[in-house]
């Protein structure tokens, strides 16, 4: 299963949700699946998609999933360090670990080596780390939206991107929107 089934396995679960998703490739498959005022799309900023989540996460009450690929986490390691110390309970950090850089061509990562994120995360602290196969992960995230706690889920699935059309929104509306549907 590659990352654009996925996000369509969780589309029941993602609906209404504060979304913050990852740049490039996931951002344009969530937009052509399900796009909605409350997803944050990111267009500029490879590595910040977990660290902006969590800020959203601890600075106001609603739930946020951040919606991260594991060639991002691994360009911003220190993320996974600062969750652990300023835990936000409404915060779900969902990693589509394809073990590639699926924006730029499905070069492979390190994660699709050796590196564990779920292991790494865990080093830094963070306490609850879920590792599943992307058929498990609706289970998972259901689960983890019923619970009050922060969740590190890390979703192994295949590389490969779908052809969509790029995102025409203006960033200016994309904040716009995703501010406005924080304050409903």
């Known amino acids: 299963m590659i990352r654009y089934e996925l996000l369509k396995l969780l ?3 993602l609906k209404n949700q504060a979304i913050v998703c990852n740049i490039g490739a996931p951002s344009q498959e969530l937009y052509d699946l399900m796009d909605q005022p409350s997803n944050f799309y990111m267009l500029g900023t490879m590595g910040l998609c977990s660290s902006i989540g969590l800020g959203l ?5 609603k739930k946020v999933i951040a919606i991260d690929g594991d060639g991002s986490v691994l360009t911003n ?11 936000a309970d ?24 050796k590196t564990s994120l779920a292991q790494v995360a865990r080093a830094c602290g963070c306490e609850n780390v ?22 590190i889920i890390i ?8 052809n969509v059309p790029v995102i025409d929104l203006d960033p200016v509306v994309i904040a716009h929107r995703f501010s406005q549907s924080l304050l409903n």
């Open 77 to 87: 390691l220190a993320t996974l360090s600062t969750i652990a110390h300023h835990p």
């Open 11 to 13: 589309k029941p679960h």
């Open 90 to 113: 409404n915060f779900i950090l969902l990693v589509v670990d394809n073990g590639s850089y699926g924006s730029t061509g499905d070069q492979p990562t390190y994660a699709g080596m």
């Open 130 to 151: 879920q590792e599943c196969d992307a058929e498990d992960t609706p289970a998972v995230l259901a689960k983890s939206l019923k619970e009050n706690k922060l969740t």
């Open 57 to 61: 996460a601890l600075v106001q009450s």
């Open 155 to 162: 979703s192994k699935c295949q590389p490969g991107n779908v």
